[in-house]
């Protein structure tokens, strides 16, 4: 299967030289690094070319990387049935930059694009309805970004005094606490609470 791959992405890398930065073969797997530019025109060619077949469309994902100029991965994976291969096609984008919606060429994704804006922000032109999915309409932030706080910025509760939903400042219930990680069977340097009546003198 490996040297399968291997012609396949010599085959997508000598067919597309402008768009296909790199091709990397690991563990098995596939993966082309393009240009974000030209993202709809390798899904195309990997959808129609004959040597291809990848019709079918599995998912597309994120990953960010706060430090790096082009902080986020857009990650397409792809199935062709015909070779029974998979690919991976990974482009970079930053905050700010759009990559062309992949729905022209798969209709599936208008969801995950969706999943994608509205946990990293990353901004797809072209698409039919790029709108939060998964959080709710007033959401602050983006959650799976890597700066995102664990806690969020606000909590959400219904009101049953004012009858519908409010948002709220995060508030924690109790500060943070220094938790003992020894290990139980010792038992800790210090006399714990209760434990010193066990040592107490006895009333004659």
């Given at each position: 299967m490996d040297e399968t791959l291997k012609e396949l992405g010599a085959h997508v890398k000598e067919s597309l030289p402008d768009a296909v930065?790199?091709?990397?073969?690991?563990?098995?797997?596939?993966?082309?690094?393009?240009?974000?530019?030209?993202?709809?025109?390798?899904?195309?060619?990997?959808?129609?070319?004959?040597?291809?077949?990848?019709?079918s469309f599995i998912d597309i994902c994120g990953v960010d990387w706060p430090k790096r100029e082009k902080r986020?991965?857009?990650?397409?994976?792809?199935?062709?049935?015909?070779?029974?291969?998979?690919?991976?096609?990974?482009?970079?984008?930053?905050?700010?930059?759009p990559v062309a919606s992949a729905t022209g060429v798969f209709a599936g994704?208008?969801?995950f694009e969706r999943e994608a804006f509205d946990m990293y922000g990353i901004l797809f032109?072209?698409?039919?309805?790029?709108?939060?999915?998964?959080t709710d309409y007033g959401f602050d932030g983006y959650p799976l970004r890597k700066d995102f706080p664990t806690t969020g910025f606000v909590e959400v509760r219904y009101?049953?005094?004012?009858?519908?939903?409010?948002?709220?400042?995060?508030?924690?219930?109790?500060e943070f606490r220094?938790?003992?990680?020894?290990?139980?069977?010792?038992?800790?340097?210090?006399?714990l609470p209760g434990d010193e009546k066990a040592t107490a003198p006895k009333a004659g």
């Open positions: 930065e790199e091709v990397l073969l690991s563990y098995g797997e596939l993966t082309l690094v393009a240009s974000a530019a030209e993202v709809v025109k390798v899904l195309t060619f990997l959808r129609d070319d004959p040597s291809c077949r990848f019709v986020f991965d857009v990650v397409y994976h792809l199935l062709s049935p015909t070779l029974n291969a998979r690919v991976r096609l990974r482009v970079e984008t930053d905050e700010t930059t994704a208008l969801w032109s072209g698409h039919p309805e790029l709108r939060r999915i998964l009101d049953d005094e004012r009858k519908r939903v409010v948002y709220e400042p995060v508030k924690l219930a109790q220094n938790f003992d990680f020894m290990s139980p069977w010792e038992g800790p340097e210090y006399v």
